[in-house]
């Protein structure tokens, strides 16, 4: 076995593999969200406004390569080789909300880059708020809410029995990504404008705070003596 400081981290390989893994669900989404950014953007002020809240949705929608990735190989006997070579849980995990990262930043470039052109080209004045609530809310609710998808996905494909297909995650996956952008989205526009700001930093305060509590007992739900148990 290879010295600890020469084990491969396997960070390029997950990636890679979360691309071809999630394909499908990445390709959906960033075809949709440019279709959408582009109309909303040509919409106006009023309406790419509202399109920079459901940019998070898109992105979390199409971010769940790197939970798959996870899912397959715990499920096909990856993992448990992956261990006993010497890559910890704690690595695992890190590739996987990596792996999920770049998904994220994909559809994030092509949504804002579809919408803000379009905008500009339909000759529309940005609006002062555009990129505070981008900067503000889209982009760090979309990388939230998917590090939260991939991090759940993780914990409960580390703790469910691989031979049990009851136990698989994938079908409830989404909708815990999708949860916090879609109620935020509801929420904003049903608050007063004053209040929106307040409401988007509280959202984003308690998914971090969620992030870090599940982080910081990362041991408890991935523990590696479940991941070197094929049952």
Known sequence: MSPPSELPTLLGTTVRRSLVVGRVSLALSCFMV???AAGFGAGGAILISIGVYL??????AGGIGGALVYSNDRLKGVLEYVVAYGIGPRRLLINALAASAVQVSI??????????????????ALVPGL???????????SYLAAGLLTTVGVYWTSLASPRSGMNSPLG??????????????????????VHVAQLVGAAELA????????????????????????G
């Open 207 to 230: 998914i971090f705070i969620a992030l870090l509590v599940l982080w910081t007992h990362r041991e408890r739900f991935m523990p590696a003596e479940r991941l070197l148990s094929p």
């Open 131 to 141: 990129w505070e609530t981008l900067l503000g809310y889209s982009l760090p609710m």
């Open 107 to 124: 559809i994030l470039v092509l949504g804002v880059g579809a919408g803000v052109t379009t905008y500009l080209l339909s000759g529309h």
């Open 172 to 193: 409830v996956l989404p909708m815990i990504g999708l949860l916090p952008p879609g109620a935020v989205l509801i929420l904003a526009l049903a608050a007063p404008p």
């Open 34 to 36: 440019v279709i959408y």
């Open 55 to 60: 940019l998070p949705i898109f992105a979390v």
